[in-house]
């Protein structure tokens, strides 16, 4: 039985190889050759031929609650198929961020990348786990980059690395060619992955069909903290809205901003422009315009929406759009069938951006924020 994984695809996740139904832990494992073990995050096959990196990296994200402890969060960026996974390093006052064996591997995966000895990496199968039982396969991932950062486990900030993933562009992946490779017999792999390999450009996943996001990617689940973290930014007046969407933007990092102007508009938002500039020695302006709207979580962002937006842009502008809202399906396709120059930030985004600035704590807005935005507008 030919046993592939498609992207989007949702796979059964008894979380043991033994039951006939099972299309995980069954599928991958090789008995009495090589096996991942039923745990949480990082998970390898090694050689049966022992070697000092793993055949095949097996990485997990899971949106379903769980009995393990899940300090950080993962984001899978779909538009632009990269995915940012977080390493299994927990706070701990006896081990350091190095010293977790999934951080281990994600280490030594990364110096083999920066030797260029590209032939000895293992393919990373991606999986997210929406719930209890389920698993879906994300893609096939290289290693784009890891960075060692701080993350906050139990009230403690604690090192931890940060992979940045690529997801290549290939719909799925035929488990033979990991299971030959496992067992040191001669197998071929993948056109994108021997190129990879080869040391030429691999194509990333950038197909904009799956770009599109339904309005439940896009928002927070309903009486989540992330939603009532959002409801809290809902009920921002129209003044401390502006100033706090201006924030966001001042705290991109590793480029200048500024924000030039901003005026209100009559349907639950206001206009803004201005610019970055992109750091020595390229010293180069970017002109930016953009919309942002306070909506409730059941009023969408619609085509009208943004390409008014898309009128106002001189050649060379970007539009920026946010909305503590979503935008619908209509119009989303009419960005990408137009080629609008613009970024469509959602709530989901927002709450990204606060978790990215260490802004959420506990499963709350960080407060001092807030009243520094209101004593700057008293």
């Known amino acids: 039985m030919k046993r592939i994984f498609e992207i989007g695809k949702e796979y059964v996740d008894k979380g043991n190889p033994n039951f006939e139904e099972d299309q995980f832990m069954r599928w991958i494992n090789i008995p009495g050759v090589s096996g991942m073990m039923n745990s949480p995050g990082i998970r390898w096959l090694r050689y049966k031929d022992k070697k000092e990196l793993p055949a095949a990296l097996i990485l997990i994200t899971k949106t379903a609650s769980s009995s393990y402890h899940n300090p950080w969060e993962d984001v899978i960026d ?11 390093a927990k706070a701990d006052q006896k081990r350091k961020c190095e010293d977790f064996m999934g951080n281990k591997i994600l280490k030594k995966v990364h110096d083999k990348i920066l030797e260029g000895n ?6 990373i199968l991606f999986f997210s786990k929406p719930e209890r039982g389920k698993i879906i396969f994300e893609g096939l991932c290289v290693m784009e980059n890891l960075e060692r950062t701080w993350f906050e486990d139990k009230g403690k900030p604690v090192r931890n ?5 690529q997801i290549l562009d290939i719909d799925s992946v035929d488990l033979d060619w990991i299971h030959k490779k496992v067992k040191g017999e001669k197998y071929t792999p993948p056109k994108i992955w021997n190129d990879y390999t080869s040391g030429k450009k691999p194509a990333y996943l950038k197909v904009w069909r799956k770009n599109i996001k339904s309005k439940e990617e896009q928002l927070p689940a309903k009486n989540s903290s992330e939603y009532k ?5 809902h009920r921002l007046k129209p003044k401390e809205f502006e100033r706090f969407t201006v924030y966001l933007i001042e705290s991109i990092k590793g480029i200048k901003h500024s924000i030039m102007n901003t005026r209100f508009v009559k349907d639950k938002g206001f206009d803004f422009f201005g ?6 020695p390229l010293n180069y302006t970017i002109f930016f315009k953009g919309e942002a709207k306070k909506f409730g979580p059941n009023n969408a962002v619609g085509p009208k929406d943004l390409s008014r937006l898309a009128a106002k842009l001189n050649r060379g502008e970007y539009g920026l759009f946010i909305t503590t809202s979503y935008f619908s399906i209509q119009a989303q396709e009419e960005l990408f069938e137009d080629s ?8 989901m985004d927002i709450i990204n951006f606060l978790r990215e600035l260490r802004l959420i704590s506990h499963g709350r807005l960080n407060k001092s924020m807030l009243d520094k935005i209101r004593e700057e507008l008293s």
């Not at 198929?81 to 390493?87: E, K, L, R, S, T």
């Not at 690395?161 to 993933?165: E, F, G, T």
């Open 78 to 88: 779909r538009n632009n198929g990269v995915i940012y996974y977080w390493g299994d």
């Open 118 to 123: 590209l032939k000895e990496i293992p393919p």
């Open 161 to 165: 690395y940060r992979a940045v993933l």
């Open 229 to 233: 973290i959002l409801e809290e930014i």
């Open 275 to 280: 610019h970055f500039t992109l750091p020595y």
């Open 340 to 347: 609008y120059p613009i970024k469509l930030i959602s709530g």
